[in-house]
């Protein structure tokens, strides 16, 4: 009897809520124009921004892949291990999981951490802040490329530093919140591990030549591109619409004649109130490009489609980029990753912890890359 009156309130609040959001759009749009720009900004995103973030996933998918099988990536790896210890407090193989994020997505995390020698490293702390750390970089090839494509290289270089930055700060509280409520986790993974466990993996015996090799690896990456393209339309077209009808006004001449990007400005009216926070934290002069920090909590690949649109309005800085990259890298959707990365790592009490770390660390990478800007802008 509970579940049945639970689920009749449930659906008379989301029912009372959809029908209040509607009315209010539709009252200042009109029902037939806020239903034509509803479906317009979707196909326009679907068109415009979907097929370019998937053409540049395709892209990276395949060199990625390049770079894992001519032995870049352990390179790499080998080349930020001295670094783990003293930033993130990590053994040097966590290295390998930032670049696999970096060039991929958050769960490359989580596959690395199932693996029983890569965690025979790691404490159990360490291995739950391993969500936190390579969540950090999700994405982050796909970000950097996308912001770089505006011509604004320096800006997404140094909204890197500031998402690296972001992740540290993540990584530490994560591991300090969870040694504080649960001092048993300071204790190894594996109990009774082998006394040697090799560092590097023996690669097999490669039959095929270079150029087969070059070519698999281009094809296979790029379908993972495809695959990964596919993955983020609903939340372009769903999130991303949906952000961009609570944030840009009317067309031209104040009149709303049902075409994309068009909405009621909701965002930048509850924005404005606060407006000093985000003009001295972040930079941000127009309260529209709130929108990209908020949408990049669920899901980045949506707040990347917010970009286009930033563009042609003309609000899309040098600023703003070091920002975007900064944030979107370092949160790059955690809230709809890190509750099923934690589950399929066993620790689902930890959800809490890490969600709660890695929004101030995303806060703070976004600061740190404005002030840095700025830094960088004056000299």
Not at 69 to 97: I, Q, S
Not at 220 to 244: F, R, S
Request: hydrophobic letters at 50%.
């Amino acid at each position: 009897m509970k579940k049945v009156r639970r689920s009749t309130v449930e659906a008379v609040v989301f029912l009372t809520l959809l029908i209040l959001v509607f009315s209010l759009l539709g009252s200042r749009m009109g029902g037939g124009n806020m239903l034509k720009t509803l479906m317009n900004t979707a196909h326009d995103l679907l068109l415009n921004t979907v097929f370019y973030l998937m053409g540049i996933t395709v892209l990276t998918g395949a060199l990625s892949k390049l770079l894992s099988e001519f032995g870049v990536v352990t390179l790499l790896e080998r080349f930020l291990r001295p670094l783990m210890k003293p930033l993130y407090r990590l053994p040097g193989v966590a290295a390998l999981g930032a670049v696999m994020t970096f060039l991929s997505d958050n769960p490359a995390i989580i596959a690395l951490s199932k693996d029983k020698t890569f965690s025979a490293y790691f404490k159990k702390y360490q291995l739950i802040s391993l969500t936190n750390f390579g969540t950090a970089f999700g994405m982050g090839f796909v970000v950097m490329i996308t912001m770089i494509g505006y011509g604004q290289m320096a800006a997404a270089l140094i909204g890197f530093f500031g998402a690296a930055c972001g992740s540290v700060i993540s990584t530490r509280v994560m591991q300090r919140s969870c040694l504080k409520a649960w001092p048993e986790l300071d204790s190894p993974v594996q109990e009774g591990t082998p006394e040697v466990i090799q560092e590097e993996h023996v690669e097999e015996i490669k039959k095929d030549g270079v150029f087969m090799r070059f070519l698999n690896a281009i094809l296979d990456g790029g379908k993972n591109g495809v695959e990964l393209g596919l993955q983020i339309i609903p939340g372009v077209l769903i999130i991303t619409t949906a952000v961009i009808m609570i944030t840009f006004g009317a067309g031209e001449g104040g009149v709303y004649d049902g075409s994309s990007s068009q909405g009621v400005p909701i965002l930048p009216y509850l924005a404005e109130k606060i407006h000093w926070v985000f003009e001295w934290l972040f930079g941000f002069t127009h309260m529209e490009l709130i929108a990209f920090p908020m949408t990049a909590l669920g899901a980045v690949g949506a707040a990347l489609g917010l970009l286009p649109t930033f563009h042609a309005a003309g609000i899309l800085d040098g600023n703003a980029i070091a920002v975007f990259t900064a944030i979107g890298m370092c949160w790059s959707g955690f809230l709809s990753t890190h509750t099923a990365m934690l589950d399929s790592l066993g620790y689902r009490k930890a959800i809490s912890k890490a969600i709660g770390a890695h929004t101030v660390a995303g806060l703070c990478a976004g600061i740190i890359a404005h002030f840095a800007f700025l830094l960088v802008s004056l000299l």
